[in-house]
């Protein structure tokens, strides 16, 4: 058999596999639906009574996470309840 008269196979190209695992896609759908927001308190001098010494506190700030239950609930029995609930029936 001479060289010219070899196939080579050729593998397709085929797209990448989507991620399928529920919670990266879960959290992915709920982001837009939780905001993180910084609240940044006035400094302010601290009588230290034993010391009697003023302490400048350094900005102060606080973290907080407002959630919207609507939304995220809505996604998750979308997610968790409904489409099962039709790929079960459908399948």
């Known amino acids: ?6 196939h080579h196979y050729h593998r397709p190209h085929l797209p990448p596999i989507p991620d399928l695992r529920f919670e990266p896609s ?10 993180l927001r910084t609240l940044k308190h006035k400094s302010t001098k601290k009588q230290i009574p034993e010391a009697g010494v003023k302490q400048d506190d350094e ?13 995220v609930l809505w996604v998750t029995a979308r997610d968790q309840i409904l489409s099962p609930l039709f790929q079960g029936v459908l399948w």
């Open 1 to 6: 058999m001479s060289s010219n008269s070899l």
């Open 26 to 35: 879960y959290l992915r759908s709920i982001q837009p639906y939780i905001h």
């Open 59 to 71: 900005n102060e700030s606080e973290a907080v996470i407002e959630v919207e239950w609507r939304h």
